[in-house]
C-alpha cells in the first residue's frame, strides 16, 4: 500500500495524557486528583501501581522523547495534571503554585524544541484535583469553571513563551459521561443532573480560558478535543434512524453546536428537559469564542436503538458493531473497525461547521502485539500487524477527506507508549511504543517504524 500524502506543514505526532504517563502520584507537593482517589478504592487494588507509576514519565520523559525522535515525529501532544501545579485547585493568596510541579513541564517542553518537537499542550484530560471536587464538586459547581480559567492561566503564563498549540479541555463528553452519568470513570457519580452541568460548565470553562490565553500569548493556536463518533442504526428501521439522531445530538452535536452555533440542540431539551443545565446570560456567548482549530478523538462509530423503557432518552448506544452491518472486511482487521468514520467526520466539519482546521488529536487501537527477545531478555522487536493496518487505513481515509478539502492539519497516535489505561491499567496497551511494566525497557512496534516511513516517505511540496 503506498504512503497516503499529506500537505505541507503537517503535523505527525503521538498523544498522551499525564495520568496515563506520569507517575509520581503523590511526589514534590502534588496534590491528589480525584483519578488518585478513585483508583484507591480496594476495587481496583489489581491497576494500583499503574495508577501510581504509570510509566514513569514524571522522572524520565527523555527516554520517549528519543524514540519520537527516531520515528520522525514532529509534535506531542502531552496534558498537564492540574493537581501537581496547583495542590488544591486553585490559586490566591492562600493557595500556591507548585514550582516543582510547573518545572516538570518547563523541562519537558524545553526538551522538546531542543528535539525540534512541536508541543501541543492539553490543559485538562480529567484528572480533577480531589482538593475541587470537595469544594465545588469539580464542573458539577459552576466555580468549577472558573477554578479551571485561573488555573489555564497559570500554565500559559509559565509555558506560553514556547507553546503555541493549546487545547482547553479533553473529551468532555466523557468526563461527564464517564463520570458523572454512568459512574465508571472518576469521580464515580451518576447522576443525569450531573452529567449536564459538567457538560455545559466544562464548555464554559473552555470559553473563559479561551480569552484568557488569547490576552496572554496573542499568536497562540487555541482549540478544543472533542471525541467524536458518527451514528448509526443498529437496523435500518424508522425508530431506529430517530434513536441513532438523537444519540448524535447528544454525544456530538451538544459540543459542536454549542462551540460553533451558541445554542444546544433544541430538540434534545424537548426530550431531557428536566435535566437542563443552569445556562446564564452570556454563557452561550463566552462558548462560542473562535477559536483556532477542532481537536477530534477518533476511534470508532456509535450504534443506537430506539428502547421505550429508558426513560427520557428512550434510546440505547452501543459500541460494538452489530453482525450484519460490519462496513469493512480486512483479512487482517475482520470486520470491526470503522476507518471510513474518520472521512465522514472531516467532511462533516467542512460541510456544515464552516471548514475549521482540525487535528485528529486522537486514533488508534489496542492490538495483540508479539515480543520477541534475545537470550537475554532484552526486546528485539515488536509485532502488531493489526495496528499497522489500522494506521494505513485509518490514515488513508484522512488524506482521502483532505484531497476532498477538509482542512486537516495533523494527526496525533493514540498513543505514543503502552500506558496506563485508566480503570484497565496496564491491560489495554495502544501504544506505537511497547514498554516493558516491570523493567521500564522500551521498543519502537513495527507499527512505529512504519509510521516513521510513512512520515519520511512524504514527497516535498
Ligand atoms: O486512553 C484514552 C484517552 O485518555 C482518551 N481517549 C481515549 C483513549 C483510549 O481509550
Not at 508479539?370 to 488524506?399: F, N, W
Request: aromatic share 16%; charged share 25%.
Amino acid at each position: 500500500m503506498p504512503y497516503p500524502q499529506f500537505p505541507k506543514d503537517f503535523y505527525f505526532g503521538a498523544a498522551t495524557a499525564a495520568f496515563q504517563i506520569e507517575g509520581g502520584w503523590n511526589e514534590d507537593g502534588k496534590g491528589l486528583s480525584t483519578w488518585d482517589t478513585f483508583m484507591h478504592a480496594p476495587r481496583y487494588t489489581q491497576h494500583l501501581r499503574a495508577a501510581e507509576f504509570a510509566v514513569d514519565a514524571y522522572h524520565n520523559f527523555q527516554i520517549d522523547l528519543d524514540l519520537m525522535v527516531e520515528m520522525k515525529q514532529n509534535a506531542y501532544r502531552f496534558s498537564i495534571a492540574w493537581a501537581r501545579v496547583l495542590p488544591e485547585g486553585r490559586v490566591g493568596l492562600v493557595h500556591k503554585v507548585n514550582a516543582k510541579g510547573l518545572d516538570y513541564y518547563n523541562r519537558l517542553v524545553d526538551a522538546l524544541l531542543e528535539k525540534g518537537i512541536t508541543p501541543f499542550v492539553t490543559i485538562f484530560h480529567w484528572d480533577m484535583p480531589q482538593a475541587l471536587e470537595d469544594v465545588c464538586g469539580g464542573f458539577i459547581g459552576r466555580d468549577g469553571a472558573t477554578y479551571y480559567a485561573d488555573y489555564a492561566e497559570v500554565v500559559v503564563k509559565a509555558l506560553g513563551d514556547r507553546v503555541k498549540y493549546w487545547i482547553t479541555l479533553n473529551e468532555p463528553w466523557e468526563h461527564a459521561m464517564f463520570g458523572h452519568f454512568l459512574g465508571e470513570h472518576a469521580p464515580g457519580k451518576r447522576n443525569p443532573w450531573a452529567y449536564f452541568r459538567v457538560a455545559h460548565h466544562e464548555l464554559l470553562a473552555h470559553g473563559l480560558a479561551v480569552e484568557r490565553i488569547r490576552a496572554l500569548v496573542p499568536d497562540a493556536q487555541v482549540g478544543i478535543t472533542l471525541s467524536q463518533f458518527p451514528v448509526y442504526p443498529t437496523k435500518d428501521t424508522p425508530k431506529n434512524r430517530a434513536a441513532a439522531h438523537f444519540a448524535d445530538l447528544f454525544v456530538n452535536r451538544f459540543y459542536l453546536d454549542g462551540l460553533y452555533r451558541g445554542v444546544y440542540p433544541e430538540s434534545l431539551w424537548k426530550r431531557l428537559w428536566p435535566f437542563t443545565p443552569p445556562i446564564r446570560p452570556g454563557d452561550m456567548d463566552v462558548i462560542t469564542r473562535p477559536t483556532d482549530f477542532l481537536g477530534v478523538n477518533y476511534y470508532s462509530p456509535m450504534f443506537a436503538y430506539h428502547d421505550w423503557r429508558i426513560p427520557f432518552f428512550q434510546a440505547w448506544i452501543e459500541r460494538t458493531t452489530p453482525p450484519g452491518t460490519e462496513y469493512i472486511e480486512d483479512e487482517i482487521l475482520g470486520a470491526g473497525p470503522y476507518p471510513v468514520g474518520i472521512y465522514e467526520l472531516a467532511t462533516r466539519y467542512r460541510d456544515e461547521y464552516g471548514n475549521p482546521a482540525v487535528y485528529i488529536t486522537e486514533n488508534g487501537t489496542k492490538a495483540d502485539d508479539q515480543v520477541e527477545q534475545d537470550a537475554e531478555g532484552h526486546i528485539t522487536r515488536v509485532r502488531d500487524p493489526y495496528r499497522q493496518r489500522y494506521l494505513e487505513l485509518y490514515l488513508a481515509q484522512l488524506a482521502r477527506a483532505i484531497r476532498d478539502g477538509a482542512d486537516i492539519r495533523g494527526y496525533f497516535v493514540w498513543s505514543l507508549m503502552d500506558l496506563n489505561e485508566w480503570v484497565f491499567g496496564y491491560t489495554y496497551p495502544m501504544g506505537l511504543i511497547y514498554v516493558d511494566h516491570e523493567t521500564q525497557e522500551r521498543a519502537t512496534k513495527d507499527s512505529g517504524y512504519w509510521y516513521r516511513d510513512l512520515i519520511e516517505h512524504q514527497v516535498a511540496k
